[in-house]
């Protein structure tokens, strides 16, 4: 049963609005730096043991993700996120999009991507850790927001998708699922 700090009709709704989610992103990659928020849905919680611990570095920003597995991994190649990651890949997880707890601690930039999009980042002011990004859109609300993967306790990293390896620096792993740029299905 969800929890809603708007109540139990809410809570429905947002329901409701997940589920939806889930069965239109099931079976096919989310893109990459999916999302931004413009309208959101309230910040939704899941039983505790149905959520995941996220924190940055330095332990100021904490929250729980809103479900108890992401809807897609993906380690991404791309300039960006090799540069943000200090590091071969950048490694996101993909969730029902849902608002950061509001933090003094948290800040943002937007950044334009080679897809011509912006996203927004966000990170910790105090230790510089990215926290998550999202696709900021012109109309709607967004759908997911992304992640960064070594900052949830508990994830899953089998199975993830390997995208812009066309700009890979290190090998892909043989049979792992990939594409050279972001995905399209």
Known sequence: ???SHHGLSSSIAQLTTILTLVRLTCGRAEQHNSIIPSSSLSHIFAPAHLIMD???ACGSVR???PTSAPLALFHCHCIDCRKQSASAFGTTAAFPFFQLPR???IT???Q???SGRT???FFCKGCGSRIMHMRILEEGTPKTVSIKGGLIEGLDWTGGTHIFCRSAVVPIPEGARRYEAEPTD
Do not use: G
Request: net charge neutral.
């Open 112 to 114: 334009l991507c080679d």
């Open 108 to 110: 943002h930039f937007d």
């Open 54 to 56: 996220v924190s940055c």
């Open 1 to 3: 049963m969800l929890i």
């Open 103 to 105: 933090n003094n601690s």
């Open 119 to 121: 996203k927004r980042c």
């Open 63 to 65: 929250f729980t993700t």
